[in-house]
C-alpha cells in the first residue's frame, strides 16, 4: 500500500525541524531530517581532511559515507551526530556539499526509500521540488530574516554558544542566497505546495494551521 507522505521546505530558520518533529508526533509520522544528512556528510568529508570543493574527494567520500538513521539518531559509522553538525561551520560545509550533483542523488535514495516503507514528514529545501514530487502535502514555510536570525540566535544562545546576532544574521542571508540561486535543487515552493507565514507565529499556532491543511487530506 501507498506511504503518506509530508513534505516541508523552507529557508534556514523557518522552524522547519520544530515543526516537522511536532506534526511527526501527531500524525504518528517518521520524520526525516534531509538538512541533517547534508550536514553529515559535510562533517564527514572534513573528518577525512578531504576538500569540500575537490569533486574526487567528494568522490571518495561518497563510496565511504557510512551514514544510518536508528531510532531517529543519525550515526556516522558508530559515531552518534549530535552537537557536533549544528555549529555554523557544519552548516557551511553541507551548503558547500550539497551544491554537489552526486551528493544529492546519494541524499536523496535515502530519503525516497525510506519514504516507500514508512509513512513520513521530511523537511528541507527540495522536499516537495524533488525528493518527494508526489507527496500528499507540501508546505513552504517562511519567515522574514530578522525573526528567523532571532530564533537562531535564542537557540544557540540556550545551547551556551557564544554567538553574535550580526554574524548569524548574516550567515542566514548568506545561506539563503547560496541556497535558492544555485543550478540544482534550488530552494524555492512546490507549484503545489501550500505557504505558510510563521513571522511572529509560535510554534503551537504554525502546528495547528498545518494540522488543518494535512486533515483534508487524510
Ligand atoms: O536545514 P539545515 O540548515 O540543516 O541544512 C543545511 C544545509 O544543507 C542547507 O543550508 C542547504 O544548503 C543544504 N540542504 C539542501 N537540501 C535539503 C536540505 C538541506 O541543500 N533538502
Request: glycine content about 6%; proline content about 2%; aromatic content about 8%.
Amino acid at each position: 500500500s501507498k506511504t503518506f507522505k509530508v513534505a516541508i521546505d523552507g529557508p534556514a530558520g523557518s522552524g522547519k525541524s520544530t515543526i516537522a518533529k511536532e506534526i511527526a508526533k501527531i500524525f504518528n509520522l517518521y520524520y526525516l531530517d534531509s538538512g541533517a544528512l547534508y550536514r553529515a556528510f559535510g562533517y564527514f568529508v572534513k573528518k577525512m581532511n578531504f576538500d569540500l570543493f575537490n569533486e574526487d574527494d567528494i568522490i571518495k567520500a561518497l563510496k565511504d559515507f557510512d551514514i544510518k538513521i536508528i531510532d531517529g539518531e543519525y550515526y556516522l559509522g558508530d559515531e552518534k551526530l549530535g552537537m557536533q553538525i549544528r555549529t555554523p561551520e557544519i552548516g557551511k560545509a553541507a551548503s558547500i556539499v550539497a551544491k554537489n550533483e552526486k551528493v544529492r542523488n546519494k541524499v536523496n535514495e535515502i530519503l525516497k526509500s525510506l519514504s516507500k516503507i514508512h509513512n513520513v514528514v521530511i523537511d528541507g529545501r527540495d522536499i516537495g521540488t524533488v525528493v518527494l514530487p508526489d507527496a500528499d502535502v507540501k508546505i513552504f514555510l517562511t519567515a522574514s530574516i530578522e525573526e528567523r536570525a532571532r530564533r537562531r540566535y535564542k537557540e544557540l544562545l540556550e545551547k551556551g554558544k557564544n554567538v553574535n546576532y550580526e554574524e548569524i544574521y548574516k550567515e542566514i542571508e548568506k545561506r539563503d542566497i547560496a541556497d535558492s540561486t544555485r543550478d540544482i535543487a534550488p530552494l524555492k515552493p512546490a507549484e503545489d505546495a501550500i505557504t505558510v507565514d510563521t513571522t511572529g507565529k509560535d510554534i503551537k499556532t504554525v502546528v495547528d494551521e498545518i494540522s488543518k491543511i494535512i486533515n483534508k487530506k487524510i
